[in-house]
């Protein structure tokens, strides 16, 4: 089998026997694993004299290398953080443009592949992850790389509309179609390129499905990612702290618990949970002191500016709800800044009564999946999810909400803490096999496989007019 190169903006290496980092890494790593090679991408340092680091284990080879203060600043902090995220989740409120941040994030993907050709061997399958590396296919084929290429997306791929907001989006999605694959989250997003692909660009579908725009042949596809069900159901069950966070109403029962866990991003729509939560606790006064909820949030891009504005409202979000709501024996909003151990968060999980996922825009959402995959199957909570997470899709037996719609989410906490034994397992049940069939495995092989097998049409077929502007 031909070696597998994987490159993304950060490496992540698993030390073997060590408990399972979150998804993508894992999937990453069972599939360098399985074919061996190598797995590529930046350190995290910025230094002046950025530094390349080679570290063998096993049969995967981890090739990391630092960035300069001004790589960071146009590449990181400035294109990828402050243009494509918010505009890839439809926040063209919170863009900014700056042109020479532009210029840095393609100066730093054609540095990136120079410093990836000396290492790569004819036949090696290059994947490549996430809005961070969107042109790196492009810098290779510059520099002669002949290798198959596939590109994932993590996040969602906006309505062209949206994204045409961004100045250089043309010259964007040329870079786009020198990949072999394309993979996307759900069909929503591969319909949106599709969109903008023949709309914007006048590219045309193939009669084999394939797309062909700026001269370049190439394949769209869904593949949405997993977790594994089986490892998170025992992590979940072995954890022993279950509910000591947890108070005591007054009968002396357990209270409820509601949870959430995000990175603490302006995506993932937490200051509208709040306030819903609040609305909750307002118009269901019976659940006052019934219930809690934690919020595990951990700081994320705390050096973009947005990033530090949502963490302020959240904070005064969260002490004006405490203020207003909290007793001496109560407190009923629990907002935690801190990362914590995946078999902690998977037994909090399982302890819960209600996962309460509400993003205002996601390309797929795997705290939704874990939430589900560590219940106790005679026992489960219930999923109250946002239809604007990919995880929707699948996930058809969750509560799904609209996180614009206050009182919808308060009333669909209020069902959810009522529901009864049958419903919550009809309704895990359905999940959980959605969730099996599209496991962690099958997001990795379905890609591979495709990326594999492609074979590009030739450059002038008889009915492909390649209209490239
Ligand atoms: P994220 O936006 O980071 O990922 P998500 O899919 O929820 O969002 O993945 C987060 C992962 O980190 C989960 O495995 C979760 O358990 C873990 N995690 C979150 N908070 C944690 C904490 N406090 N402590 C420890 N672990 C924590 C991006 C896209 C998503 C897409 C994924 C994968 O934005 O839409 O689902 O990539 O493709």
Not at 272 to 288: G, I, M, Q, S, V
Request: hydrophobic share 40%.
């Amino acid at each position: 089998m031909s070696r597998l190169v994987v490159v993304s903006n950060r490496v992540a290496p698993i030390k073997e026997g060590k408990v399972a980092a979150g998804g993508l890494a894992v999937g990453v790593y069972d599939a360098l694993r399985q074919s061996g090679g190598i797995w590529f991408g930046w350190s995290g340092e910025v230094s002046a004299t950025p530094q390349t680091s080679t570290e063998t284990v096993g049969n995967i080879t981890y090739v990391t290398m630092g960035l300069t203060k001004r790589d960071y600043d146009q590449y990181y902090r400035g294109f990828s953080n402050a243009t494509l995220w918010p505009i890839f989740h439809y926040r063209i409120d919170l863009a900014r443009y700056n042109r020479e941040e532009y210029e840095g994030y393609r100066r730093v993907n054609a540095m990136l592949a120079e410093k990836l050709k000396p290492l790569l061997q004819p036949d090696d399958i290059i994947w490549i992850h996430d809005y961070h590396l969107i042109p790196f296919a492009e810098a290779c084929r510059m520099l002669g790389i002949r290798n198959r290429i596939g590109f994932f997306l993590h996040i969602p791929f906006p309505a062209p509309e949206i994204l045409t907001a961004i100045p250089p989006h043309n010259e964007l999605l040329k870079t786009f179609c020198y990949y072999d694959l394309i993979g996307f989250q759900t069909d929503t997003d591969r319909l949106a390129f599709q969109d903008y692909v023949t709309r914007e660009v006048r590219g045309i579908i193939e009669p084999d499905g394939s797309l062909t725009a700026y001269g370049q042949n190439f394949r769209a596809g869904v593949y949405p990612i997993g977790v594994m069900p089986d490892e998170i159901q025992q992590t979940a069950a072995s954890y022993r702290g279950r509910r000591q966070l947890i108070g005591r109403n007054s009968e002396g029962g357990l209270r409820q618990m509601i949870i959430s866990v995000d990175r603490l991003d302006y995506s993932k729509g937490l200051v509208e949970r709040f306030k819903a939560y609040e609305t909750f606790l307002d118009r269901y006064p019976e659940h006052r002191r019934n219930v809690e909820f934690i919020q595990i949030a951990p700081t994320s891009r705390s050096d973009v500016k947005t990033y530090q504005a949502i963490r302020q409202q959240l904070e005064s979000e969260a002490g004006h709800l405490n203020g207003r709501l909290s007793d001496l024996d109560w407190t009923p909003l629990h907002y935690l800044n801190k990362s914590h151990e995946r078999r902690i968060l998977m037994g909090l999980f399982r302890s819960a009564d209600i996962g309460f996922v509400t993003p205002l825009r996601d390309g797929m959402n795997l705290v939704a999946k874990e939430y589900v995959a560590a219940q106790d199957p005679n026992d489960p909570g219930v999923l109250v999810l946002s239809r604007f997470a990919g995880a929707a899709r699948e996930l058809t037996s969750a509560l799904i909400i609209n996180p614009y719609d206050t009182v919808g989410m308060a009333e669909a906490l209020d069902r959810a803490l009522r529901m009864s034994l049958a419903e919550r397992k009809d309704r895990y049940e359905h999940m959980m096999r959605a969730i099996r069939a599209a496991d962690l495995g099958a997001w990795r092989d379905n890609f591979l496989r495709d990326l594999r097998s492609f074979v590009s049409r030739p450059k002038a077929s008889g009915t492909a007019q390649v209209f490239a502007l």
